[in-house]
């Protein structure tokens, strides 16, 4: 993952792409390897990043203020973070390219199946629109029993030229 991450870095400089990434740590504090972790992490750098999410978390955040004391009566759950990242990565994308890194996924443990259905029915929607965004994930060997579509790199099979390429 450094390799890729690196190199595209070094490729795409000057250019308006919006790159995200959030990286497990296993051995971390909570937020370091759950889903709501890393969705708060990728909606933060959404938020400082790329003006089109700014509106409609302000919205949520405020209907959310209403209701109860920010910071103790309430946090952010799943399903709205999940679901403004998803809305609003699909409307950067059509404007600019878009770049997700996604690395140590099974430090996520069990969580990681929540993980890669997000970025599959993501990826599928993508597909379906002319937008320009570009997942990648690593994670070691993990019981995650599904199709990821794309190109799928495994060091073991000593495939350095595939991966340079």
């Known amino acids: 993952m450094e390799f890729v991450y690196r190199t595209l870095q070094d490729s795409c400089r000057g250019q308006s792409e919006l790159r995200l990434e959030f990286f497990f740590h296993g051995r971390g504090e909570k937020l370091q390897k759950t ?3 890393m969705f708060r992490s990728l909606v933060h750098q959404m938020f400082t990043k790329d003006y089109t999410i700014r509106q409609p978390l302000r919205n949520l955040f405020h209907e959310k203020a209403m209701l109860d004391d920010v910071g103790t009566g309430w946090e952010w ?3 709205e973070l999940r679901q403004i990242l998803f809305d609003a990565i699909l409307t950067a994308a059509k404007s600019r390219k878009v770049l997700i890194f ?3 996924l099974v430090e996520a443990g069990p969580d990681a199946l929540v993980i890669i259905r997000f970025f599959h029915e993501l990826n599928d929607r993508i597909n379906t629109t002319r ?3 570009k997942i990648c994930i690593s994670r070691r060997h993990y019981p995650v029993t599904a199709n990821i579509l794309g190109l799928d ?3 073991e099979d000593h495939n350095g030229n595939g991966i340079a390429k």
Do not use: K, L, N, W
């Open 35 to 37: 889903p709501v972790g």
């Open 77 to 79: 759950q799943y399903p």
């Open 102 to 104: 996604i690395d140590a």
């Open 131 to 133: 937008s320009t965004a």
């Open 153 to 155: 790199v495994v060091v």
